[in-house]
């Protein structure tokens, strides 16, 4: 990067508000723009925007390799302040179409995801084959089709008993897409005897039964933004994935996962504000 004259630092930057942030996460596909959180591991960790890159501001300069050319690139921090910073540098290393959040993630009421999706990804082993990732990936499938089927038994609203209904249906769906992966990999037909490795644990590697034993009592509401706060962590696992797989087999597994992910999320965020 080049030596950045301390005035760059106080030229406009140009911004995006919240409303603006969230149109452009909803209207386009996560591959059409770079979205990054300057601030620091542990504030990462605590929630943020899912599917955003983590770069520490003070690691921009060594790491803009990460940074696709040629996309919008949206930066954010907690207020605005660090962002405008990393924006600039961005900038002045011959980025087009930077914006800066205005006012940060403390601005941002949308969902967010929380912990690291780095250390998530461990479920799933660097060195593991196809067919092992598939099968991984069919159990937290799995777990997910058990805790929504439950959920629809939770509630006496029929738009909430619908929309639980839908998506066990969808898991259904999406498993039998997974199975048919893996028989077209593997030649094999078993993968939910592979699956059974991990018979208690299900997307954002939440333990069933306990998380179904939270929902008892709780509001439809509630219920529906756990289920949200699940998909948004398994989606921000699954691009994560897709950004750092260096096998292009893998890598189309893992897009086509945070995509069902992602349209899960918006089935939910519709059903929610009809009841709030």
């Not at 039964?209 to 398994?234: F, R, V, Y």
């Amino acid at each position: 990067m080049k030596n950045m004259p301390i005035v760059d630092f106080y030229r406009t930057i140009p911004t995006k508000s919240a409303d603006q942030v969230r149109e452009i996460i909803s209207g386009q596909h996560r591959d059409g723009y770079n979205l990054i959180d300057v601030r620091q591991p542990q504030e990462y960790e605590r929630g943020h925007i899912p599917g955003a890159i983590l770069i520490p501001l003070g690691e921009i300069p060594n790491r803009m390799s990460e940074i696709a050319p040629g996309r919008p690139a949206i930066v954010y921090c907690r207020s605005g302040n660090r962002s405008m910073s990393a924006a600039a540098m961005l900038i002045n290393s011959n980025f087009n179409d930077v914006y800066n959040l205005d006012g940060g993630i403390s601005a941002y009421n949308g969902l967010k995801a929380h912990g690291s999706p780095e250390v998530r990804s461990l479920f799933f082993p660097t060195d593991a084959s196809f067919e092992t990732i598939i099968s991984l990936a069919w159990s937290l499938e799995e777990g997910l089709r058990i805790f929504y089927s439950s959920c629809k038994e939770l509630s006496t609203k029929p738009e909430v008993i619908a929309l639980f209904t839908k998506l066990t249906e969808a898991e259904d769906m999406h498993k039998t897409n997974i199975e048919k992966q893996y028989a077209d990999i593997t030649g094999k037909y078993d993968v939910e005897k592979i699956g059974k490795g991990t018979p208690h644990l299900m997307e954002a590697l939440l333990n069933i039964e306990e998380t179904i034993q939270w929902c008892q009592g709780k509001d439809a509401p509630d219920i529906i933004e756990l289920s949200m706060t699940i998909e948004a962590n398994s989606y921000d696992l699954y691009a994560y994935l897709q950004r750092k797989v260096e096998d292009e087999q893998h890598r189309t597994f893992f897009r086509k996962m945070a995509d069902e992910e992602l349209l899960h999320l918006r089935q939910m965020a519709s059903v929610l504000g009809q009841l709030v």
